[in-house]
T-cell receptor
Framework: DVKVTQSSRYLVKRTGEKVFLECVQDMDHENMFWYRQDPGLGLRLIYF???????EKGDIPEGYSVSREKKERFSLILESASTNQTSMYLC??????????FGPGTRLTVT | SQQGEEDPQALSIQEGENATMNCSYK?????LQWYRQNSGRGLVHLIL?????REKHSGRLRVTLDTSKKSSSLLITASRAADTASYFCATDLTGANSKLTFGKGITLSVRP
């Protein structure tokens, strides 16, 4: 079974802090994704990576950056956390043109 | 970006009944996928149907795709209380490089 793990289930950070969210997949998938999920807005794509060191902006990249140094690991970075980044963050991985496998999510609260 | 739109937004049925959920989209697709999310958890993939397919089955799930109407439906037969969850359709748009566009989801409640 494909396994996608995220570093934390719950995280509380202060405004202005630098935040790292880590995602690891164990199925050698080329594609990895970061989404945020907010009530009434569904899932919105933040960033997407289709290969090591390759990244592409999603629909809402502002305030975020990503890093993919190894194929199995995709990190989301909030350079200076703000309260409007309080959300559920979901990581996913996939083969090209195939279904996505999601991690359990990280619920981030910025105070 | 173009989003899949699910209908209805919420559905409440009795255990044993069938549940039908619909999804419409706006542009051409490579495939359409359905996902389930239990409260506060990650999404779980249910079915992927390609643009050249019309119907697909998986256990109690049946998905249809009508590319001329740009719509899909997910049917859950003989529902169970454990089917209570949010359901999302997601479209892999032509030229989108495997990125999915998700709808806002349908909340299904199955009463025991």
């Amino acid at each position: 079974d494909v396994k996608v793990t995220q570093s934390s289930r719950y995280l509380v950070k202060r405004t202005g802090e630098k935040v790292f969210l880590e995602c690891v997949q164990d199925m050698d998938h080329e594609n990895m994704f970061w989404y945020r999920q907010d009530p009434g807005l569904g899932l919105r794509l933040i960033y997407f990576s289709y290969d090591v060191k390759m990244k592409e902006k999603g629909d809402i990249p502002e305030g975020y950056s990503v890093s993919r140094e190894k194929k199995e690991r995709f990190s989301l970075i909030l350079e200076s956390a703000s309260t409007n980044q309080t959300s559920m963050y979901l990581c996913a991985s996939s083969l090209p043109a195939r279904e996505q496998y999601f991690g359990p999510g990280t619920r981030l609260t910025v105070t | 970006s173009q989003q899949g739109e699910e209908d209805p937004q919420a559905l409440s049925i009795q255990e044993g009944e069938n549940a039908t959920m619909n999804c419409s989209y706006k542009t051409s697709i490579n495939n359409l996928q359905w996902y389930r999310q239990n409260s506060g958890r990650g999404l779980v993939h249910l079915i992927l149907i390609r643009s050249n397919e019309r119907e697909k089955h998986s256990g109690r799930l049946r998905v249809t795709l009508d590319t001329s109407k740009k719509s899909s439906s997910l049917l859950i037969t003989a529902s169970r209380a454990a089917d209570t969850a949010s359901y999302f359709c997601a479209t892999d748009l032509t030229g989108a490089n495997s990125k999915l566009t998700f709808g806002k989801g349908i909340t299904l409640s199955v009463r025991p």
